[in-house]
C-alpha cells in the first residue's frame, strides 16, 4: 500500500493524541486546551486526497486500480455521461448525486477509510461546472496525477487545464505515461523528453513523469502468478516510490504530523506538570503526615514516662499512710492492749480499719489531683504545637482536611478522675487488712486464753495452797508466774506477726492501687492520643484516596512523553 509510512505514523500519532485527550478530559482542563486537541485529531482522521487528471481513455481509473491493488474505479464510462466521482469510505456502498456532474461513491473498502480518490472526466470533455469541480479539488490534494496515454501524449487539453490552475497547486504533481506496454523503450523516451519540455515551457519546471502499465501492476496485485516479473515490466515501483516519497517525507501531511506533534507535546508538558505538581504535593504531605505520626508517637511515649513521676506522690502518700496506721496499731498492741484480745476481738479492729481508710483518702485524693492536673497540662501543651506543624508544613489545600477542634480536656480530667476515685475507693475499702488482721487476732486470742486461764488458776490454787502448805504454794506459784511468763511472750510475738502483717498487706494494696491508677492514666493518655491522631485521619484518607489517583496519571504522562519523543525523532523537522 501506498502512504505506508505516513498512515503508520498517523496512526500512532493519533492513538497518542486520544490518550493525551482522555487524560485531558479527566482532569478537567480548560475547554480550549480541549478543543484544541479535538482538532488536531479531526485534521489527522482526515483522509489523503488523490486527484487524478487526463483525457478520456488515457487510462485514470485503471491507474487508480493499480495504485489500490484493487478494482474500484469504473474504466468502461461513456465520454458524454461522464462525471467527476469522489470514492469515500462506508459502511454500507451507496451513491449519492451531489450535482449533476458531482458523485460520492460510498464503499466499504478499507484503504478509503485512508484516502479519498477524485476520479474526474476527461479533460479533452470538461465542461465549465467540470472545470469549476475539478480545480476546488487540486489545492486541497496531497497527490495530483496527470495522466496521458502513451498512444496519444500530445493532446493539448490537459496543457490548458494544467495553465488555468495556480502554479503553487501544482507542487504535488505528477506526470504519468499510461500503457506503456504498448510503446517501446526509444518511443517512451522520447515522449518523456517531449512531456519535460513541454511542462518546462508552460509551467516553469519539470513534475516527474513515470511509464506504468497500469495493466500489469494491477495484475501483479491480484494474481498468484509470476507477480515479480509483472511487477518488473509494469514500471510502476518507481512511481510508487515517488509517491511515497512525497506523502511521506515532503507532503503538506508530514508537517501536519509534525505540527500535531509539537503542538501536543506543548499540551502534555502543561498536563505532565500539573500532574507532578499534585502529586509531589501529595508526597510531600504523606511525608509530613508520617513525621506528624512519629511525633505524637515519640511525644506519647514522653508521656507514659511521666506518668511514673506523677504517681510518686500517690506512693508516697500510701507510704505516708501506711506509716500513720503503723504507728496507730503499734499503740492499739501496746502490752495490756494486747492482753485485752482476750476479752474484745472485733470492734477495735473495725474502727482501726476505718481510721486507716479515712487516712489514706484524705492523702492520696489530693496527690492524685495533683497527678491528673500535670498530666492535663502536659497533654494541652500538646496541642498548640500541633497546630503550629499544620500551618507550616501542610499545604493550604489539605490543611482544612485536619480537624480544628480542641480536644475537651475539662471533660478529659473530668472523666479521669472519677475513674480513679472509684479505683481509690474499690483498692482502698477492700477488707483484706482487715480480714487478715482479724484471723490473726482470732488466732491470738485463742492462744493467749489458755496461759491466762492457766496464770489465774495458779493465781488461786497459790492462795489456797498457802493456807494448806507453803510448799505447795511455792509449786503452784511457778506455775503460774510461768504459764503468764509464757502468755505475755506470745502476746508479743503476734504482736509483731500483726503488725508485719498489716505491713505486708499495706504494700501490696499500695501496688495495687499504684497500678491501678497508673492503669486508669494511660488509658486516658491512650484515648487523648487516639483523638489526636483521629484527628489526621481524614488527611491520611485523602492522601491515600489522592495516591490512588495520580500515580496512574504520572505513569500515563510518563509513557505519553516517551510516545511522543519516539514520534518526533521519526517525523521530519522544518
Given amino acids: 500500500m501506498v502512504a505506508d509510512t505516513y498512515l503508520q505514523l498517523r496512526t500512532e500519532l493519533e492513538t497518542a493524541l486520544s490518550a493525551l485527550l482522555q487524560l485531558s478530559s479527566e482532569m478537567r482542563r480548560d475547554a480550549t486546551s480541549l478543543t484544541t486537541l479535538k482538532g488536531l485529531l479531526a485534521d489527522l482522521r482526515e483522509p489523503l486526497l488523490f486527484v487524478v487528471v487526463g483525457e478520456v481513455k488515457a487510462g485514470k ?3 487508480l486500480n493499480a495504485i489500490f491493488g484493487e478494482e474500484f474505479a469504473k474504466v468502461d464510462v461513456l465520454p458524454a455521461t461522464d462525471k467527476v466521482y469522489i470514492f469515500r469510505y462506508s459502511e454500507a456502498e451507496s451513491t449519492v448525486e451531489v450535482s449533476p456532474h458531482l458523485t460520492e461513491r460510498h464503499q466499504p473498502i478499507e484503504f478509503l477509510r485512508d484516502f479519498n480518490v477524485v476520479d474526474t472526466p476527461g479533460t479533452n470533455t470538461i465542461v465549465p461546472e467540470h472545470q469549476t469541480i475539478t480545480e476546488t479539488f487540486i489545492p486541497r490534494a496531497d497527490l495530483v496525477l496527470f495522466v496521458f496515454s502513451v498512444t496519444n501524449p500530445w493532446t493539448q487539453s490537459a496543457w490548458t487545464l494544467l495553465e488555468l490552475v495556480q502554479k503553487r497547486w501544482l507542487k504535488n504533481v505528477v506526470f504519468v505515461l499510461q500503457q506503456a506496454d504498448l510503446r517501446d523503450e526509444t518511443e517512451i523516451g522520447s515522449i518523456r523528453e517531449h512531456l519535460a519540455n513541454t511542462a518546462q515551457q508552460k509551467l516553469g519546471f519539470a513534475p516527474p513523469i513515470f511509464a506504468v502499465s497500469a495493466r500489469k501492476a494491477l495484475a501483479a496485485k491480484t494474481t498468484s502468478g509470476d507477480s515479480g516479473t509483472l511487477w518488473a515490466e509494469s514500471g510502476f515501483g518507481p512511481l510508487e516510490d515517488q509517491i511515497n516519497h512525497m506523502v511521506n517525507e515532503s ?27 499534585s502529586f509531589e504535593m501529595i508526597e510531600r504531605d504523606e511525608e509530613q503526615l508520617a513525621r506528624m505520626n512519629a511525633f505524637l508517637q515519640s511525644r506519647k511515649e514522653q508521656t507514659l514516662r511521666q506518668v511514673a513521676g506523677f504517681l510518686r506522690g500517690v506512693d508516697q502518700a500510701c507510704r505516708d499512710s501506711a506509716e500513720h496506721g503503723t504507728k496507730l496499731l503499734e499503740d492499739k498492741l501496746s502490752f495490756w492492749k494486747t492482753w485485752r484480745l482476750i476479752w474484745s476481738r472485733a470492734q477495735w479492729q473495725h474502727d482501726f480499719q476505718n481510721e486507716v481508710e479515712t487516712k489514706l483518702r484524705t492523702v492520696v485524693q489530693p496527690q492524685v489531683e495533683n497527678a491528673v492536673q500535670l498530666l492535663e497540662s502536659d497533654l494541652r501543651s500538646l496541642w498548640p504545637q500541633l497546630q503550629d506543624m499544620i500551618e507550616l508544613q501542610f499545604a493550604s489545600d489539605t490543611k482544612h482536611r485536619v480537624t480544628r477542634s480542641i480536644p475537651d480536656f475539662a471533660q478529659q480530667r473530668r472523666d479521669l478522675l472519677r475513674s480513679v476515685q472509684l479505683t481509690l475507693v474499690e483498692r482502698v475499702a477492700g477488707k483484706g487488712v482487715e480480714e487478715r488482721l482479724a484471723r490473726m487476732f482470732a488466732e491470738s486470742a485463742a492462744w493467749l486464753r489458755l496461759p491466762a486461764g492457766v496464770a489465774a488458776a495458779g493465781g488461786v490454787a497459790t492462795v489456797l495452797a498457802a493456807m494448806i502448805s507453803a510448799s505447795v504454794a511455792d509449786v503452784t506459784g511457778i506455775v503460774a508466774t510461768s504459764a503468764l ?66 500515580e496512574p496519571l504520572v505513569s500515563r504522562v510518563d509513557e505519553l512523553k516517551q510516545t511522543f519523543s519516539l514520534l518526533k525523532s521519526r517525523l521530519p523537522r522544518e
Avoid at 255 to 265: F, G, I, Q, Y
Avoid at 518 to 531: C, K, P, S, T, V
Fill in 485 to 550: 511468763a509464757l502468755g505475755t511472750f506470745f502476746a508479743f510475738s503476734q504482736r509483731r506477726k500483726i503488725i508485719n502483717a498489716y505491713h505486708k498487706e499495706m504494700d501490696m494494696k499500695r501496688a495495687e492501687l499504684t497500678r491501678a491508677i497508673e492503669g486508669q492514666m494511660q488509658h486516658a493518655i491512650d484515648l487523648f492520643y487516639a483523638e489526636i491522631s483521629g484527628a489526621f485521619q481524614p488527611l491520611a484518607v485523602f492522601c491515600e484516596t489522592e495516591r490512588k489517583r495520580y
Fill in 251 to 277: 507532503g503538506a501531511r508530514m508537517l501536519k504530523l509534525e505540527s500535531a506533534e509539537r503542538t501536543a507535546s506543548l499540551m502534555l508538558s502543561d498536563v505532565a506538570q500539573e500532574v507532578r505538581g
Fill in 61 to 63: 481509473s485503471s491507474l
